[in-house]
């Protein structure tokens, strides 16, 4: 069993930054790519950005590309999400995924674990 556990999010006014963590606990050494997903309401879940756990081959949306970054830690099982200049189309609900691939996955349905889910929301 693998359970991911986020933390960060919050408030933020526009042009602002976060940083979400998600770290991983349980059998975790089939989770070989990690991603951030997110969900505004009334829309679908997003994929955001995702890195692989042998190469760190990182892949992001176009929305946030510039904007975010993805960078994890293999010794402890870590990802994180920089999120800067932050604007209000940015405001959702941000999960942390995790798939038993190599591959990169930026569907819902390609990846087998999910974090709890935290908000973040960009206003004046």
């Known amino acids: 069993q693998v359970e991911l556990l986020q933390s960060g999010g919050g408030l933020v006014h526009p042009g602002g930054s976060l940083r979400l963590s998600c770290e991983a606990v349980?059998?975790?050494?089939?989770?070989?790519?990690m991603a951030w997903f997110r969900q505004a309401p009334g829309k679908e879940r997003d994929f955001v950005a995702g890195?692989?756990?042998?190469?760190?081959?990182?892949y992001y949306s176009d929305s946030v590309k510039g904007r975010f970054t993805i960078s994890r830690d293999n010794a402890r099982n870590t990802i994180h999400l920089q999120m800067n200049s932050l604007k209000p189309d940015d405001t959702a609900v941000y999960y942390c995924?995790?798939?038993?691939?190599?591959?990169?996955?930026?569907?819902?349905?390609?990846?087998?674990?999910w974090g709890q889910g935290t908000q973040v929301a960009v206003s004046s």
């Open positions: 890195i692989s756990r042998y190469d760190n081959t990182i």
């Open positions: 349980g059998r975790t050494w089939d989770m070989y790519y």
């Open positions: 995924a995790a798939r038993r691939s190599t591959m990169r996955g930026t569907g819902e349905s390609d990846y087998h674990y």
